[in-house]
């Protein structure tokens, strides 16, 4: 098989969230049967077709990094993570959709990732403050937000969920797709999770290879370091 061109995307997020199921979902197209926890980064593989159905169509491999471990780890945990985080085109944030807290921490994932030297200890989350969203507007990094184990909320607070991922979304100026990874069918062809997977992962590649102004390469290099000054999560 010829070699193909390919790009790296993180996938981040606490333990527990499924991290490790939802990769295996979008590489293997299966349910992962027995998921264990992640010691260090566990990498799988995913072909993707590039404007599938265009002229410029083509296939590419995106590499998906499941990184272990937690935000709350020890200053030397974070250290030997932060090779993981080298020459990134992507990131997927991940958290569970019935676990709050793995919402709120996304932030401070974020922030370790994209400032990779420093440490995210400085981040203060409160109610009803004001959030600066242009930090990530102008992150030349393309994210994406996916929600798990949908099937697990109560219809009664689906709405309630569903409102709070929107300003999460807002926040990180990325799409968000809300799922359960034991179904593949939230995935499915045609679906409007699919068309947002395969945007996503277009626009991943389209950054890596086909923008010409080198101040929108990926890779981290020369990039802004990322600052919360207030958090806002109700």
Known sequence: MASLDRVKVLVLGDSGVGKSSLVHLLCQNQVLGNPSWTVGCSVDVRVQDYKEGTPEEKT???????VGGSVGSASSVKSTRAVFYNSVNGIILV???TNKKSSQNLYRWSLEALNKDSSPTGVIVSNGSDYDREQ???????????????DQIPENKRNEVLNRTAFLSEDFNAEEINLDCTNPRYLAAGTSNAVKLSRFFDKVIEKRYFTRDPSQMTGFTDRKRFNFKSLHYD
Do not use: C, Q
């Open 95 to 97: 958290h569970d959709l």
């Open 60 to 66: 590419f491999y995106i590499e998906l990094w499941d």
């Open 136 to 150: 990530f507007a102008e992150n030349p990094v393309p994210l994406l937000l996916i929600g798990t184990k949908f």
